[in-house]
């Protein structure tokens, strides 16, 4: 138990430590993207590090190496992409609102929600950390389903991100609401297929014999909670509201919030 708690731990304090540096990037550069930036590095950074952390004197095995690989993968094309669209802003207006809800206390506001958007990230990295220390040296069908789990939600956010870019990039929808594609289908389906990756952990890390498997499912639980209840979906609909007024309340009328469903007029948001 002490080298769990040890490891736990570790990634608090490393996550705490990379958020204020997030903190000091955002406060010297004016532009609150780069939070989301470096927050998804930290995650894959920390997240990588702790699959790969020694217990016990023993030198990583195939596990570690596969889970250390796929948060590695994530964060190189979720951080990249959010990095590119950070150079061509001058702000996030999530985060701008933010600070204008704030005024003069702004960046003290920040920092401490920049901590616990660090606290809020331990749930996430610790469900990495159990999934990779799973106590059987060989690789299990599990092990192998989870990758596929991940990848596939890797594959279906790359794919709405490029479908919102390419509606966003042709001057016939200025003003419109995406519709178009997994866009019709969910209203953040990059959410969605960022949560769903979050579950390869549990399915990895869920083992007979191993009663520190249960805190993957943090992972999944917790991503679903930060997405939809707190910086994903409340902030950008309410954005998204004041910038695209009813046409983005009719596309909430016929569109599912966060699940994939079949677009239907009147159906709840």
Not at 168 to 194: I, M, Q, T
């Amino acid at each position: 138990m002490a080298m769990f708690l040890g490891g736990l731990a570790s990634i608090a304090l490393s996550l705490a430590v990379l958020m204020a540096f997030a903190w000091v990037v955002q406060q010297r550069s004016g532009n609150s993207g780069w939070v989301d930036t470096i927050w998804t590095f930290s995650v894959g950074l920390v997240g990588a590090g702790s699959a790969l952390w020694p217990l016990g004197g023993e030198g990583s095995n195939v596990r570690q190496w596969l889970v250390a690989g796929l948060v590695a993968v994530w964060s190189l094309r979720l951080g990249t992409h959010i990095a590119i669209r950070t150079r061509g802003i001058t702000d996030d207006p999530r985060y701008a609102a933010f600070a204008a809800e704030w005024g003069l206390n702004a960046p003290r506001r920040m920092f401490i929600f920049l901590q616990n958007q660090a606290l809020g990230s331990v749930p996430l990295v610790f469900s990495i950390f159990v999934a990779a220390h799973v106590p059987e040296p060989a690789l299990r069908i599990q092990d192998v389903l989870g990758a596929v789990i991940l990848l596939i939600g890797i594959a279906g956010e790359a794919l709405a991100d490029a479908q919102l870019r390419r509606f966003r990039h042709d001057p016939a929808n200025h003003g419109k609401v995406c519709d178009a594609g997994l866009w019709r289908w969910s209203r953040h389906p990059n959410y969605f297929f960022e949560w769903f990756g979050w579950l390869a952990y549990p399915v990895i890390g869920l083992a007979a014999g191993y009663p520190w498997g249960w805190a993957s499912l943090l992972a999944p639980i917790f991503m679903y909670w930060i997405l939809v209840h707190v910086t994903g979906i409340p902030p950008l609909e309410a954005q998204m509201l004041r910038s695209r007024g009813e046409r983005y309340r009719a596309y909430q009328s016929r569109t599912s919030m966060f699940f994939p469903l079949p677009p239907r007029e009147g159906m709840a948001a």
